[in-house]
């Protein structure tokens, strides 16, 4: 492949992985996935963290009919965690020590019965 070719590759591959907003703060300040059809807004707090299922235009935080599960990868081995339903988002009690550890962070959600992929993120978390 001449460098031309590799280059553009490139370009392409980089811009796609940012291509649906995970290099800047979602609409709550949160930490952005698209693990398919909608978003996953992680939202940092002193004893969990939010999660907000957006639609595709980062909107509409809905929970009916949505499933939310967390789990904790580290050196310490795996956690999963059960994330309870708000109003417009489902909070998962997580220990901030855990958050703040290297490792990852997956969740795997449901928004209006469609599942989508595992959204992993790097723990710490950052942009």
Same mark, same amino acid.
């Given at each position: 492949?001449?460098?031309?070719?590799?280059?553009?590759?490139?370009?392409?591959?980089?811009?796609? /992985?940012? =291509?649906?907003?995970?290099? #800047?703060?979602?609409?709550?300040?949160? *930490?952005?996935?698209? +693990?398919? !059809?909608?978003?996953?807004?992680?939202?940092?707090?002193?004893?969990?963290?939010?999660?907000?299922?957006?639609?595709?235009?980062?909107?509409?935080?809905?929970?009916?009919?949505?499933?939310?599960?967390?789990?904790?990868?580290? /050196?310490? =081995?795996?956690?999963?965690? #059960?994330?309870?339903?708000?109003?417009? *988002?489902?909070?998962? +009690?997580? !220990?901030?020590?855990?958050?703040?550890?290297?490792?990852?962070?997956?969740?795997?959600?449901?928004?209006?019965?469609?599942?989508?992929?595992?959204?992993?993120?790097?723990?710490?978390?950052?942009?």
């Amino acid at each position: 492949m001449n460098f031309f070719c590799k280059w553009l590759f490139l370009l392409l591959v980089s811009h796609s /992985a940012f =291509g649906h907003g995970e290099n #800047t703060p979602g609409p709550h300040q949160g *930490y952005i996935r698209m +693990p398919g !059809a909608f978003h996953t807004e992680v939202i940092p707090q002193k004893n969990g963290i939010k999660v907000m299922l957006l639609d595709i235009n980062f909107k509409n935080p809905m929970t009916s009919n949505s499933s939310v599960k967390a789990i904790i990868q580290n /050196a310490g =081995g795996e956690q999963s965690f #059960t994330c309870k339903a708000r109003k417009n *988002y489902f909070f998962c +009690p997580i !220990a901030l020590r855990l958050l703040l550890q290297k490792g990852t962070l997956q969740v795997l959600a449901k928004r209006k019965n469609i599942p989508g992929a595992p959204a992993d993120y790097p723990l710490p978390l950052t942009r």
